[in-house]
């Protein structure tokens, strides 16, 4: 079969799905209600998640070095995702709700992968894109829902609501365990079996996780730093202590040796001022833009960023 470009392919699969989806459900309604159900089609529709998704068999998976990059094509083989992965995308198997060993990703296997639908994508074919989530599609009954909920925890598309369990696993994108209200105003991963048939279907998860909108993350330390920055090279110098603390960060300064020392939860950010390399959990990385004191305060390169708001 002849494949389509991405984004005439990707139009006319999201108006199918969209079309049936509203045709089944208008069908399964009491006929006194059609009349409300179509007032509420003519609406706005719901910006309920931040992610797309793709789900396909992996065909190929091409290594550079140690880079990863899976080659994905959907079931009637009319379109074809190149998905490269970076450190920090999650894995999932959809039957366990475990982490999948990213080694173990190889022909054959069916997956779901979701990635930002607010990042720029190059306008290539095939499409190329890095995940945020990826999710093996087990043989059982495993089911994956990622979606913004509502404080009743209804998904915005209003297809599955939440019936939260003292049993159900709640975590935060780092693995670690957080409380029923922490998953208020983020986008969830849910995991679960079996749902019901009302409309929308109810669920006991088994698991979710909790997903920071990183945009809002983003505008919030904007925010906080306001006009509080230099531009050096082209490039926004920080006040690496003020950014760091927002973002829930304990900071140590060490103004006689020029060292800022950054630490949350199991991630640890050593920076020598004046230097272009820096400590990521004892890995070195560089920055573009080298680190200054400026008015006796750190300043760090805006690619911290991308650093900080990955541990949130």
């Not at 279907?201 to 920071?212: F, G, L």
């Amino acid at each position: 079969m002849k494949k389509l470009p991405a984004l005439v392919t990707a139009t006319l699969i999201t108006g199918l799905v969209i079309s049936t989806h509203s045709a089944v459900a208008s069908s399964q309604l009491p006929r006194e209600t059609h009349n409300d159900f179509a007032k509420q089609e003519d609406r706005q529709p719901v910006d309920s998640t931040d992610f797309m998704e793709f789900s396909g068999l992996i065909t190929d998976v091409k290594k550079d070095k140690d880079f990863l990059t899976l080659i994905v094509e959907n079931k009637d083989k009319s379109l074809e995702m190149h998905f490269p992965l970076s450190d920090n995308v999650l894995l999932f198997n959809s039957d366990t709700t475990e982490a999948f060993d990213k080694d173990q990703l190889v022909k054959g296997l069916t997956i779901t992968a979701y990635y930002d639908k607010n990042k720029p994508m190059i306008m290539i074919y095939p499409p190329r894109t890095t995940p945020e989530i990826i999710v093996v599609n087990g043989k059982n009954r495993g089911q994956v829902k990622v979606s913004k909920f509502n404080d009743q925890y209804v998904s915005l598309d209003n297809e599955l609501k939440l019936n939260i369990a003292e049993e159900t696993v709640l975590l935060n994108k780092q693995g670690d365990k957080i409380k029923k209200e922490k998953l208020q105003g983020k986008e969830l991963i849910v995991f679960y079996d079996i749902s019901t048939r009302s409309i929308p279907a109810q669920t006991t998860p088994k698991k979710i996780i909790a997903w920071d909108n990183r945009d809002q993350l983003f505008e919030q330390v904007q925010e906080a730093v306001g006009d509080d920055y230099y531009i050096k090279n082209g490039m926004k110098l920080l006040p690496i202590k003020k950014v760091a603390e927002h973002l829930g960060y304990k900071v140590k300064w060490d103004s006689k040796n020029a060292k800022v020392e950054l630490g949350k939860q199991n991630q640890t950010i050593q920076i020598n001022i004046g230097k272009e390399k820096y400590s990521l959990n004892r890995s070195l990385r560089s920055f573009e833009v080298v680190p200054a004191i400026i008015n006796d305060a750190p300043f760090v390169s805006e690619e911290i960023l991308e650093v900080l708001l990955n541990n949130q």
